[in-house]
């Protein structure tokens, strides 16, 4: 386990490094500066800020200064706030995404085995049918179509919840249904295949001839492997919602961290783009390796041999 643990995290290290490589240079190769929107800035001023943050030094001299800091977990400070370090704009806005973030997967885990569960139970009829349609369109519909949707029918054509802002818990609602969509549908047809698979093979048979009732064989013996599906998806789920969340959290005006990302790039501030982007992947990372530990909990069929996930 500690030999496998430890290669997923060097792994982890070394994924970073390529992504934050990426990311500068491809940053570097867009046309302007963060100076470029400046009216009316003389020569020489400009010479000295670009001198300030090192822009006048080679590309490559820049990049491993860049990095020497970033091995000290050191991401910068904004250039369009030189007054606030780039953590200190994470550590203060991702508070609101991290909430919305968390609701969203809770109520798609949730209702989405619900809802496969349901339509495994009831194949080929009413709320089997009902439940597939619906996740069609949770799959085919983009979560800011439905946000915006559902803002002018909950918000502003039946005036139940605030348009936009956060004053009250509430107000968490309606972005949080527009991040689950996609999750509840992908996770409903997940859950739907695999149990119709599980409630067929012969250990449920066995349980039936056993005598247990309905509910045991489903909750203790169906549901187990039947959630397999689920928590591999976990790690793709949380990386949907959470870049997903960049769009939605400007739809519904939330301050989260997904409004700073927007301005970063749009005033082209290199050091808000990099901290973001490397904290969003190590988020990401981070749900990855986690799914991973519990896929091997969850199924004791797994085992490791040599390092290596074997089932």
């Given at each position: 386990m500690v030999r496998y643990l430890g290669g997923k995290l060097i792994n982890i290290v070394f994924s970073l490094l390529i992504l934050a490589t990426a990311t500068f240079f491809l940053m570097k190769a867009v046309p302007g500066d963060p100076f470029t929107q400046e009216k009316a800035i003389p020569p020489e001023i400009k010479a000295q800020i670009m001198a300030h943050y090192g822009?006048?030094?080679?590309?490559?001299?820049?990049?491993?200064?860049?990095?020497?800091?970033?091995?000290?977990?050191?991401?910068?400070?904004?250039?369009?706030?030189?007054?606030?370090?780039?953590?200190?704009?994470?550590?203060?806005s991702f508070g609101t995404s991290a909430k919305v973030g968390a609701m969203a997967i809770v109520v798609s885990v949730i209702i989405g085995i619900y809802l496969g569960m349901m339509a495994a139970l009831r194949h080929r009829k009413f709320i089997d049918n009902g439940a597939m349609f619906l996740a069609v369109i949770g799959i085919s519909v983009p979560n800011f179509v439905i946000g915006s949707m559902i803002q002018y029918f909950l918000a502003v054509k039946f005036p139940i919840f605030h348009v936009a802002g956060l004053e009250s818990p509430m107000d968490y609602v309606l972005p949080t249904i527009a991040l689950s969509t996609l999750p509840i549908a992908f996770i409903a047809r997940l859950t739907r295949s695999t149990m119709l698979e599980v409630l067929t093979s012969d250990y449920i048979r066995t349980a039936k001839a056993k005598g247990l009732t309905p509910r045991a064989i489903l909750w203790q013996h169906g549901l187990r492997n039947g959630i397999l599906p689920v928590v591999t998806y976990l790690g793709p789920m949380t990386a949907n919602i959470i870049t997903g969340s960049v769009v939605v959290e400007q739809i519904f005006g939330l301050p989260g961290l997904g409004a700073y990302f927007v301005e970063s790039v749009t005033n082209r501030d290199y050091t808000l783009i990099m901290g973001i982007t490397i904290f969003y992947a190590v988020i990401l990372m981070a749900a990855r390796f986690v799914t991973d530990v519990l896929y091997i909990f969850v199924d004791p069929r797994i085992k490791l041999s040599g390092g290596v996930v074997k089932s």
């Open positions: 822009f006048d030094k080679p590309l490559g001299e820049q990049y491993l200064n860049y990095m020497k800091k970033l091995f000290q977990f050191d991401l910068g400070i904004s250039m369009k706030s030189s007054d606030r370090s780039v953590s200190s704009i994470i550590a203060q």
